[in-house]
Protein backbone atom coordinates (compact mmCIF):
# COMPACT_ATOMS: atom_id res chain seq x y z
CA UNK A 1 0.00 0.00 0.00
CA UNK A 2 2.60 2.35 0.71
CA UNK A 3 4.73 1.45 -2.18
CA UNK A 4 1.29 2.27 -4.47
CA UNK A 5 1.01 5.63 -2.82
CA UNK A 6 4.19 6.61 -2.73
CA UNK A 7 4.12 5.59 -6.74
CA UNK A 8 0.91 7.79 -6.93
CA UNK A 9 2.30 11.12 -5.42
CA UNK A 10 6.04 10.26 -7.26
CA UNK A 11 4.14 10.21 -10.68
CA UNK A 12 1.88 13.42 -9.92
CA UNK A 13 4.55 15.38 -9.27
CA UNK A 14 6.72 14.68 -11.72
CA UNK A 15 4.29 14.73 -14.19
CA UNK A 16 3.21 18.23 -12.58
CA UNK A 17 6.88 19.36 -13.06
CA UNK A 18 7.31 18.33 -16.56
CA UNK A 19 4.33 19.95 -17.16
CA UNK A 20 6.81 23.52 -16.41
CA UNK A 21 5.50 23.85 -12.49
CA UNK A 22 8.57 23.19 -10.82
CA UNK A 23 8.09 25.24 -7.61
CA UNK A 24 9.99 24.47 -4.46
CA UNK A 25 6.80 23.15 -2.50
CA UNK A 26 6.45 20.25 -5.55
CA UNK A 27 10.46 19.55 -5.73
CA UNK A 28 10.34 18.97 -1.80
CA UNK A 29 7.22 16.71 -1.97
CA UNK A 30 9.23 14.98 -5.14
CA UNK A 31 12.45 14.50 -3.18
CA UNK A 32 9.98 12.81 -0.40
CA UNK A 33 8.33 10.83 -2.66
CA UNK A 34 11.34 9.04 -4.37
CA UNK A 35 14.70 10.23 -2.37
CA UNK A 36 17.20 12.76 -3.37
CA UNK A 37 19.23 10.74 -5.77
CA UNK A 38 15.83 10.06 -7.80
CA UNK A 39 14.88 13.56 -7.11
CA UNK A 40 18.31 14.92 -8.80
CA UNK A 41 17.95 12.49 -11.84
CA UNK A 42 14.43 13.55 -12.61
CA UNK A 43 15.47 16.78 -12.50
CA UNK A 44 18.44 17.46 -14.57
CA UNK A 45 16.86 15.02 -16.90
CA UNK A 46 15.18 17.91 -18.19
CA UNK A 47 16.98 21.14 -19.48
CA UNK A 48 13.66 22.94 -18.55
CA UNK A 49 12.80 21.61 -15.36
CA UNK A 50 16.93 21.89 -14.14
CA UNK A 51 16.97 25.73 -15.17
CA UNK A 52 13.95 26.65 -12.78
CA UNK A 53 15.68 24.52 -10.58
CA UNK A 54 19.11 26.59 -10.76
CA UNK A 55 17.44 29.72 -11.34
CA UNK A 56 15.50 29.51 -7.86
CA UNK A 57 18.42 28.59 -5.85
CA UNK A 58 20.52 31.46 -7.69
CA UNK A 59 17.26 33.81 -6.55
CA UNK A 60 18.49 33.47 -2.68
CA UNK A 61 14.89 32.27 -1.46
CA UNK A 62 14.99 30.25 1.32
CA UNK A 63 12.53 27.90 -0.33
CA UNK A 64 14.48 27.26 -2.81
CA UNK A 65 17.76 27.28 -0.91
CA UNK A 66 16.25 24.44 1.60
CA UNK A 67 15.52 22.66 -1.59
CA UNK A 68 19.21 22.53 -2.53
CA UNK A 69 19.97 21.62 1.36
CA UNK A 70 17.24 18.92 0.57
CA UNK A 71 18.85 17.41 -3.04
CA UNK A 72 22.16 17.33 -1.70
CA UNK A 73 22.79 13.84 -1.07
CA UNK A 74 21.71 13.23 -4.44
CA UNK A 75 23.88 15.61 -5.97
CA UNK A 76 27.10 14.73 -7.64
CA UNK A 77 29.43 15.37 -10.29
CA UNK A 78 28.05 18.14 -13.01
CA UNK A 79 24.70 18.35 -11.07
CA UNK A 80 26.48 19.08 -7.77
CA UNK A 81 29.01 21.72 -9.71
CA UNK A 82 25.55 23.47 -10.69
CA UNK A 83 23.79 23.67 -7.41
CA UNK A 84 27.16 25.21 -5.68
CA UNK A 85 27.47 27.79 -8.51
CA UNK A 86 24.06 28.83 -7.83
CA UNK A 87 24.54 29.01 -4.35
CA UNK A 88 27.60 31.65 -4.87
CA UNK A 89 25.37 33.27 -6.99
CA UNK A 90 22.63 33.94 -4.41
CA UNK A 91 25.21 34.88 -2.15
CA UNK A 92 26.01 37.90 -3.92
CA UNK A 93 22.62 39.10 -3.26
CA UNK A 94 21.48 37.11 -0.25
CA UNK A 95 24.30 35.94 1.89
CA UNK A 96 22.80 35.89 5.00
CA UNK A 97 19.88 33.48 3.95
CA UNK A 98 22.66 31.64 2.15
CA UNK A 99 25.22 31.43 5.54
CA UNK A 100 22.03 30.29 7.50
CA UNK A 101 20.70 27.98 5.13
CA UNK A 102 23.29 25.85 3.17
CA UNK A 103 25.41 24.77 5.50
CA UNK A 104 23.07 22.87 6.62
CA UNK A 105 24.30 20.43 3.39
CA UNK A 106 27.09 21.70 2.18
CA UNK A 107 30.72 23.05 3.30
CA UNK A 108 31.62 27.08 3.76
CA UNK A 109 34.40 26.21 1.11
CA UNK A 110 31.90 25.14 -1.11
CA UNK A 111 29.66 27.82 -1.00
CA UNK A 112 31.98 30.43 -0.67
CA UNK A 113 34.72 29.36 -3.33
CA UNK A 114 35.46 31.36 -6.95
CA UNK A 115 32.70 32.02 -9.09
CA UNK A 116 32.24 29.23 -11.88
CA UNK A 117 35.24 30.23 -14.53
CA UNK A 118 33.36 28.68 -17.35
CA UNK A 119 31.05 31.87 -16.83
CA UNK A 120 33.69 34.41 -17.42
CA UNK A 121 36.30 35.12 -20.78
CA UNK A 122 37.99 37.21 -18.71
CA UNK A 123 39.98 38.07 -15.29
CA UNK A 124 38.38 41.30 -15.01
CA UNK A 125 34.67 40.08 -14.70
CA UNK A 126 35.54 37.16 -12.59
CA UNK A 127 37.33 39.10 -9.98
CA UNK A 128 34.07 41.75 -9.94
CA UNK A 129 32.14 39.03 -9.08
CA UNK A 130 34.01 37.71 -6.53
CA UNK A 131 34.14 40.80 -4.57
CA UNK A 132 30.75 41.17 -5.13
CA UNK A 133 30.49 38.53 -3.21
CA UNK A 134 32.76 39.36 -0.73
CA UNK A 135 31.13 42.91 -0.10
CA UNK A 136 27.66 41.46 0.08
CA UNK A 137 28.95 38.73 3.05
CA UNK A 138 30.87 41.49 4.65
CA UNK A 139 27.36 43.39 5.01
CA UNK A 140 25.95 40.37 6.94
CA UNK A 141 25.00 41.49 10.88
CA UNK A 142 23.26 38.58 11.86
CA UNK A 143 25.00 36.78 14.84
CA UNK A 144 23.25 33.76 13.79
CA UNK A 145 25.47 33.77 11.15
CA UNK A 146 28.69 34.96 12.17
CA UNK A 147 31.27 32.52 12.32
CA UNK A 148 29.86 31.26 8.59
CA UNK A 149 30.02 34.64 7.96
CA UNK A 150 33.91 34.88 8.55
CA UNK A 151 34.84 31.60 7.34
CA UNK A 152 33.12 32.58 3.87
CA UNK A 153 34.57 35.76 4.00
CA UNK A 154 37.96 33.85 4.38
CA UNK A 155 37.37 31.50 1.61
CA UNK A 156 36.78 34.02 -0.71
CA UNK A 157 39.73 35.69 -0.16
CA UNK A 158 41.46 32.66 -0.51
CA UNK A 159 39.74 31.67 -3.92
CA UNK A 160 41.59 35.44 -5.41
CA UNK A 161 45.31 33.44 -6.17
CA UNK A 162 43.67 29.95 -8.02
CA UNK A 163 41.11 32.28 -10.16
CA UNK A 164 43.77 35.04 -11.56
CA UNK A 165 46.28 31.52 -12.41
CA UNK A 166 43.37 30.26 -14.19
CA UNK A 167 42.99 32.82 -16.19
CA UNK A 168 46.90 33.52 -16.65
CA UNK A 169 46.91 29.88 -17.92
CA UNK A 170 43.70 28.20 -18.56
Known amino acids: MRRTVAFAIA ?5 SARAGSVTPSRVQHLIAAVGPN ?17 RGIASGSTAWLRVAVRLAPGLDAHPREEVLSRLGVALRHHSDRVLFVAPEAFSIAEICGAPDV ?14 ARQTSVRAVTSRKVSRPREECLAALAAAEKPLRAFFVNP
Open 38 to 54: DAVTRLFASDHDSAILL
Open 118 to 131: DEYEHLAPALSELR
Open 11 to 15: LVVTQ
